[in-house]
């Protein structure tokens, strides 16, 4: 059974920092493409950042600079770096996984979220 399980939400003032982590169970993130994705209230979903097999990573423009995504693969644990956070970064976070493989088959794992709330 597959476990994405994100922590370190929480409540913090503008211009403070958190740090997201993903820790995973029944896959192993090193062949799969991770990332943060965030909805607020009343908003859709959006990618924010991603990490690649291959290390390489994407940013939303909204987070570019402020926010830096990681992997560790000896812990099979994603992490995200949220810095000099806004009001407007206040949203659940969700850790995902996805993998196609060379047969076609995709897999798209989705955690269960952690709130970030920032306070102005």
């Known amino acids: 059974q597959v476990q994405l399980a994100e922590s370190g939400g929480g409540l913090v003032q503008a211009g403070g920092s958190l740090r997201l982590s993903c820790a995973a169970s029944g896959i192993t993130i090193s062949i799969f493409t991770m990332g943060w994705y965030r909805q607020a209230p009343g908003k859709q979903r959006e990618m924010i950042a991603r990490i690649g097999t291959d290390g390489s990573t994407n940013y939303a423009d909204s987070v570019k600079g402020r926010f830096t995504i990681s992997r560790e693969n000896a812990e099979n644990t994603l992490y995200l770096q949220t810095n000099s956070l806004k009001p407007e970064d206040t949203a659940v976070y969700y850790c995902?996984?996805?993998?196609?493989?060379?047969?076609?088959?995709?897999?798209?794992?989705w955690g269960q979220g952690t709130q970030v709330t920032v306070s102005s």
């Open positions: 995902n996984a996805q993998r196609r493989t060379v047969f076609g088959d995709e897999h798209n794992y």
